[in-house]
């Protein structure tokens, strides 16, 4: 990377006492009051208002666009491409990079009909390097892990997370460190963290137990820690929201629906849309909104029942492993952007998941369980009046429908909820169910079962 000239100049800030610092500790919590921090530029601060390393709005546009024309990975990266909103690397260090972010932005007019809206378009942050949006944040977090010398990173993950760790630790000549709920990810993320040569501990706990665990366990060794807490990987996370505005010509849609677990990914987008906002680049905000599995809903109920005041953590539970998750470490960050915003938060059931789910793949387009409360939550909120229907809409695709093939076989094969409190009303499901037919191996078995399904 280039050098960091003094407007690129960024700092850490507690979200809490607004203690100020350039490193954080091991944890990444603030020593006065352990809250979290954020990243902030005092550079962009001049004479003429708020710039990016100098740049008019306009000078930012072009030069992201001029960008795409280039063949250094600094600029073929999705991510590093909008490196004027980026903390800078030192002197002499260049990113990890996988050629993260650049993810499509699509129509889904199938989806549009059932939620009765008449816009509504997927980023789909699945189409990353390894298959989640994590990517786009790590990119920016193992950097600057090497870049403070460290030979181990670990992460507490619900799978996606350890993957993009495992991955980009690989690739960046460090070694990685994951600790996972067993039995509570998919084979997919598992999978993955394998491959990329992690030192993969299933710990009998869930989420919340594994990232206690990895807080002591920071304190203790030289290990740089790759939660979301690490304000390096918000950074970015960011630059799906500024990318996704480019694809709109900078015109902000009325809505952006995030799915909420750990709260890192609502708490990025909504710092990019408010910096986004704070430089020129877009003349309003568009509402974010965040919704959780009602098995999964502590920030839920910390917006309705306690006005966001206190968050009381929970015992989490849903198939949509990815967000099973009942104490969100950035949940203060994500109630600010989403009361900036003038968004909301909605909760959304098991078979509401699972039906949308199978409503976006149905647009030729899929997603894992996770990403499919954004769907589940938009019919919800147009019900409710909070999106009308005129109003443009992205929904925000976390991950890639190939991370969790086990949900998607029970569900075509009806088994999905056999044997669990939701059985009776997953039945809404059957129209929606495609189990892969078993025939005789004839022309006539296929022909035949064409026509039926024809008729
Ligand atoms: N969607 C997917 C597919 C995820 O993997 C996650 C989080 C989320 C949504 C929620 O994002 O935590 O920023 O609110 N996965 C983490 C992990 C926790 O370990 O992979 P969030």
């Keep these: 990377?280039?050098?960091?000239?003094?407007?690129?100049?960024?700092?850490?800030?507690?979200?809490?006492?607004?203690?100020?610092?350039?490193?954080?500790?091991?944890?990444?919590?603030?020593?006065?009051?352990?809250?979290?921090?954020?990243?902030?530029?005092?550079?962009?601060?001049?004479?003429?208002?708020?710039?990016?390393?100098?740049?008019?709005?306009?000078?930012?546009?072009?030069?992201?666009?001029?960008?795409?024309?280039?063949?250094?990975?600094?600029?073929?990266?999705?991510v590093w491409r909008f490196?004027?909103?980026?903390?800078?690397?030192?002197?002499?260090?260049?990113p990890i990079t996988l050629r993260e972010g650049n993810t499509p932005l699509y129509d889904l007019p199938r989806c549009a009909q059932i939620a009765r809206i008449e816009h509504l378009q997927a980023k789909h942050q699945g189409m990353n390097p390894?298959?989640?949006?994590?990517?786009?944040?790590?990119?920016?977090?193992?950097?600057?892990?090497?870049?403070?010398?460290?030979?181990?990173?670990?992460?507490?993950?619900?799978?996606?997370?350890?993957?993009?760790?495992a991955a980009y630790a690989a690739r960046g000549g460090m070694r990685s460190l994951v600790l996972?709920?067993?039995?509570?990810?998919?084979?997919?993320?598992?999978?993955?963290?394998?491959?990329?040569?992690?030192?993969?501990?299933?710990?009998?706990?869930?989420?919340?137990?594994?990232?206690?665990?990895?807080?002591?366990?920071?304190?203790?060794?030289?290990?740089?820690?790759?939660?979301?807490?690490?304000?390096?990987?918000?950074?970015?996370?960011?630059?799906?929201?500024?990318?996704?505005?480019?694809?709109?010509?900078?015109?902000?849609?009325?809505?952006?629906?995030?799915?909420?677990?750990n709260l890192g990914n609502s708490s990025a987008l909504g710092k990019a849309l408010l910096e986004m906002k704070d430089l020129g680049l877009i003349s309003r905000l568009p509402k974010l909104s965040v919704i959780q599995a009602a098995g999964a809903n502590p920030f839920y109920r910390s917006f309705h029942e306690h006005h966001g005041r206190e968050l009381v953590p929970m015992q989490a539970d849903t198939l949509a492993t990815a967000i099973r998750i009942g104490n969100p470490?950035?949940?203060?960050?994500?109630?600010?952007?989403?009361?900036?915003?003038?968004?909301?938060?909605e909760q959304v059931g098991e078979v509401e998941i699972a039906l949308a789910k199978a409503e976006i793949g149905s647009d030729g387009v899929g997603c894992e369980p996770a990403s499919a409360v954004t769907l589940a939550g938009l019919k919800k909120l147009v019900r409710s009046g909070f999106v009308k229907g005129h109003e443009s809409v992205v929904l925000i695709l976390t991950g890639h429908v190939l991370k969790d093939p086990e949900f998607t076989l029970k569900f075509h094969r009806g088994d999905l909820f056999t044997g669990t409190a939701h059985?009776?009303?997953?039945?809404?499901?059957?129209?929606?169910?495609?189990?892969?037919?078993?025939?005789?191996?004839?022309?006539?078995?296929?022909?035949?079962?064409l026509k039926q399904l024809d008729s």
């Design 329 to 345: 470490a950035s949940w203060k960050k994500a109630l600010k952007v989403v009361q900036a915003t003038e968004g909301t938060v």
């Design 180 to 261: 996972i709920p067993e039995g509570k990810i998919s084979w997919g993320k598992l999978s993955q963290a394998l491959d990329y040569g992690a030192v993969t501990c299933q710990l009998r706990t869930d989420f919340d137990g594994c990232m206690r665990i990895l807080n002591e366990v920071v304190r203790r060794m030289p290990v740089y820690l790759l939660n979301s807490v690490n304000p390096y990987r918000l950074e970015g996370q960011k630059t799906a929201a500024i990318e996704l505005l480019e694809q709109l010509n900078w015109q902000p849609p009325d809505h952006l629906i995030v799915p909420g677990g």
């Design 1 to 78: 990377m280039t050098t960091a000239t003094p407007t690129r100049i960024s700092r850490l800030r507690c979200i809490h006492c607004g203690h100020i610092a350039d490193r954080a500790d091991q944890d990444f919590r603030c020593p006065n009051c352990h809250d979290l921090f954020e990243v902030f530029f005092p550079g962009w601060q001049t004479s003429q208002g708020l710039r990016a390393h100098g740049h008019t709005a306009a000078e930012l546009k072009s030069l992201w666009l001029e960008r795409r024309a280039r063949l250094e990975p600094e600029s073929t990266s999705g």
């Design 83 to 94: 490196r004027e909103l980026l903390p800078a690397l030192n002197d002499g260090h260049h």
């Design 130 to 165: 390894t298959a989640s949006f994590k990517d786009t944040g790590m990119t920016t977090a193992a950097s600057f892990a090497r870049q403070e010398g460290f030979r181990w990173v670990a992460c507490a993950s619900t799978g996606n997370t350890s993957a993009s760790m």
């Design 423 to 449: 059985e009776k009303e997953a039945s809404l499901l059957a129209q929606q169910q495609r189990a892969p037919l078993v025939l005789d191996a004839t022309v006539d078995a296929v022909v035949q079962t």
